[in-house]
C-alpha cells in the first residue's frame, strides 16, 4: 500500500475576490479638466499703489485648464523703455574695466540688453558694467521678504473632471448632479460633500505638508492626482473619486537658489506721443497640474474561465513541485518519503529469501 501526504496548495480565491479576475477592466480612461479660482484681495505698494486683484489678475492662463498657476508674490519694474542704461551690476558677464570690456552689439550672457560699447563706471572706482541697449531701467530688485498676496490661501479652486471609460461607454463626473443652482456657492468639499470640488487654496498647500506662506513668498508646484476605481457590477453612485495632493518641485533646505517657481511677463503701454513702455513682473506663485487616471471593472465569462483554469492547472502543478522538493532537497527528506510510502507485502520470506511467486504478489497501492 502507498500512502500519499504532500503539501497542501491553496485555492486561488483571491484572484477572484481581491483582483477580481472575473472582471473585464478598461484604464484607457478620457478625462477632460475644467478649472476655476474664485477669490479677491486688496494691496499697497509703491510700485502699484492701491489695487484691488481678481481671478483675471494673478490666474495664467485664464482658461480654466488642467494647468494652472496663482500669483502670490511679485517684483514690479515699471515704466521701461528701449534705450541705453547700465546693465544690472548682479551680472557678472557685465563687468568692465574700459571701454574695450564692451564690444558693441554683443550680448551680456544671462543679462538684459546688448553692449554699446561704453563701461559707465561710477566716481573713484576702477571697475564699472557695460552700457546695453535694453529696456531699461533694468530689473533690480530682489524678492519682497513677505508674499504680496499672502491673503491668497483663502481663495478657492474649483476642478471639473468628465470621465469615460470607453470599452464599456460609461460616463462620470466629479460633481454631484443636483438642480439646485446654490449649491456650488455654498458648498466645500470634506468627508459630507465628495461631490464638491470645490478647495480652499491654503488646505491643498497644508495636505501637502507645506506652509502657504512660505510657498507664496518664492513659489513652487503641487501635484492633484483624481483616481477613479470603478467597480461596474454595483451601481454607478457607488464609483467615485479620489483626491492626492502632493508637492511636486523639489524643496531645498535654507534659501535655495534652486527652490521655488517663478518666471517673467510684461504688460505693454503707449505714451501720448505713441511711444511704447511696459510694466515688467517676475512672478512667484503657486503652479497646479491636475492628473486624472483610473480603471474600471465588469463581469465578463472570457477572464473567468481562463482565470478558472489556469487556477486548477496551477494547483496540480503546485502539489507536484512541493512533492518534488520535499522528496529530494530538503536534509530530512527520507523522513518525508518514509512517511509519505508504505511498502507491504502479501507474504512471507521463507529463510530471508523470497521466492518468484511471493516476489510477484509484491504489490504497491497508492492511498
Known sequence: MRLTLGCSVPRPRWVFLLKKGYQDTDTSLQSSIITKVKGVTFT???????????????????????????????IVTPNQRQETC????????????????????????????????????????????????????????SRPEKPLLGKAEDFTIYIKNFIRFPKFNFFKTNVLDTKDTTYLKSCHFGPKNPYCPIFRLGSVVKWTGSNFQEM???????????????????????????????RLDSRFPGNSVSSGYNFRFAKY?????GVE???????????????????????????????????????????????????????????????????????????GKASVEQLQNLQTVEA
Request: hydrophobic share 35%.
Open 86 to 141: 547700465a546693465e544690472s551690476d548682479s551680472i557678472p558677464d557685465a563687468l568692465c574695466y574700459e571701454d574695450s570690456d564692451c564690444p558693441p552689439g554683443k550680448p551680456v550672457m544671462t543679462g538684459n540688453g546688448v553692449r554699446t560699447g561704453r563701461c559707465l563706471r561710477a566716481e573713484n572706482l576702477t571697475s564699472g558694467t557695460c552700457e546695453i541697449f535694453a529696456w531699461c531701467p533694468v530689473e533690480s530688485r
Open 277 to 351: 513702455f511696459r510694466t515688467l513682473m517676475k512672478a512667484y506663485g503657486i503652479r497646479f497640474d491636475v492628473m486624472v487616471n483610473g480603471r474600471a471593472g465588469k463581469f465578463s465569462i472570457i477572464p473567468t474561465v481562463i482565470n478558472v483554469g489556469s487556477g486548477v492547472a496551477l494547483m496540480g502543478v503546485g502539489s507536484f513541485l512541493c512533492d518534488l522538493v520535499l522528496i529530494y532537497f530538503i536534509k530530512k527528506s527520507h523522513f518525508y518519503r518514509n512517511k509519505k510510502f508504505e511498502e507491504v507485502r502479501s507474504g512471507h520470506p521463507t529463510n
Open 216 to 246: 507664496a513668498l518664492q513659489g513652487g508646484v503641487i501635484g492633484i492626482q483624481i483616481e477613479w476605481d470603478c467597480d461596474l457590477d454595483r451601481a454607478p453612485s457607488e464609483c467615485s473619486p479620489r483626491y492626492y495632493f502632493s
Open 44 to 74: 499697497n505698494t509703491s510700485e502699484l499703489g492701491e489695487r484691488l486683484w481678481d481671478v483675471a489678475d494673478y490666474v495664467i492662463p485664464p482658461q480654466g485648464e488642467n494647468v494652472f498657476f496663482i500669483i502670490t508674490n511679485l
Open 269 to 273: 503701454y503707449r505714451d501720448g506721443a
